[in-house]
T-cell receptor, first 108, second 114 residues
Framework: AQRVTQPEKLLSVFKGAPVELKCNYSYSGSPELFWYVQYSRQRLQLLLRHISRESIKGFTADLNKGETSFHLKKPFAQEEDSAMYYC??????????FGKGTLLTVNP | NAGVTQTPKFRILKIGQSMTLQCTQD?????MYWYRQDPGMGLKLIYY???????DKGEVPNGYNVSRSTTEDFPLRLELAAPSQTSVYFCASSTNTDRGSEQFFGPGTRLTVL
């Protein structure tokens, strides 16, 4: 069965500090992993996907198949990064299995 | 493009009442989804559709029904509302590009059942 685990419900850092949001997955095949973000009063939107190996808004995420992890990282957090972050695992018919989310707060 | 739109934004229902949550997308996506979001629980898939006339159950389908008569519309029906259905409901549509797949979400419907 597919499963996504985000161990931290809440994460609080100061502006300029590094941030890492953890995500571990369980999947028997070749995984397709995503990070979605929900800013206050906005709809959920794609932040990045592991296939494109891109950096969006300074965030990166590397798929580690050995550790079954897809942690989201940013070297210098900004106040506008405060949001709810969801790690998601893709399945058949482009369905997504979401983790429970991590609420990131970046303090000034 | 308006993307994915949902109506209503908010609704309060009494136990046993029924209602339909509307979802429309104008991106010509074949795949559409309904999720519910509960505090601390993430998003759970209720139903999904791979095209007009085709629907299937997700992880938490009990108490809900869907239909997909057109590519654009994917309404979610609650027949006998229960307090356990108090949640925020998100509709999404999906496409696949050369950069990979992506789901596009609506703004959500906040439903309270009293």
């Amino acid at each position: 069965a597919q499963r996504v685990t985000q161990p931290e419900k809440l994460l609080s850092v100061f502006k300029g500090a590094p941030v890492e949001l953890k995500c571990n997955y369980s999947y028997s095949g070749s995984p397709e992993l995503f990070w979605y973000v929900q800013y206050s009063r906005q709809r959920l939107q794609l932040l990045l996907r592991h296939i494109s190996r891109e950096s969006i808004k300074g965030f990166t995420a590397d798929l580690n198949k050995g550790e079954t992890s897809f942690h989201l990282k940013k070297p210098f957090a900004q106040e506008e990064d405060s949001a709810m972050y969801y790690c998601a695992l893709g399945g058949s018919n482009y369905k997504l299995t979401f983790g429970k989310g991590t609420l990131l707060t970046v303090n000034p | 493009n308006a993307g994915v739109t949902q109506t209503p934004k908010f609704r309060i229902l009494k136990i046993g009442q029924s209602m339909t949550l509307q979802c429309t997308q104008d991106m010509n996506h074949n795949y559409m989804y309904w999720y519910r979001q509960d505090p601390g629980m993430g998003l759970k898939l209720i139903y999904y559709s791979v095209g007009a006339g085709i629907t299937d159950k997700g992880e938490v389908p009990n108490g809900y029904n869907v239909s997909r008569s057109t590519t654009e519309d994917f309404p979610l029906r609650l027949e006998l509302a229960a307090p356990s259905q108090t949640s925020v409901y998100f509709c999404a549509s999906s496409t696949n590009t050369d950069r990979g797949s992506e789901q596009f979400f609506g703004p959500g419907t906040r439903l309270t059942v009293l």
